[in-house]
């Protein structure tokens, strides 16, 4: 499976437009609060589905491929 370009490099720069971590990037927030999403219940729609791409990121220890994409793009 190729992953898109389009939507890596939106995700890298997508913001949590709410809560405890408004307007940081969503790969600069901590792992801690993907897992209290995962057990909980990710949001519906478009963030949530950008919530479990970055839990299942940060779980595997791939931020800097993320980190990446956001220097680069």
Do not use: C, H
């Amino acid at each position: 499976m190729q992953p898109d370009k389009a939507s890596l490099i939106e995700l890298a720069k997508y913001k949590m437009p709410f809560g405890k971590y408004k307007d940081q990037y969503l790969v600069d927030i901590p792992e801690y609060y993907y897992t209290w999403f995962k057990q909980k219940g990710f949001p519906k729609g478009k963030l949530g589905n950008m919530m479990q791409q970055m839990y299942e990121i940060k779980v595997n220890g791939l931020e800097e491929i993320i980190y990446r994409i956001k220097r680069e793009f």
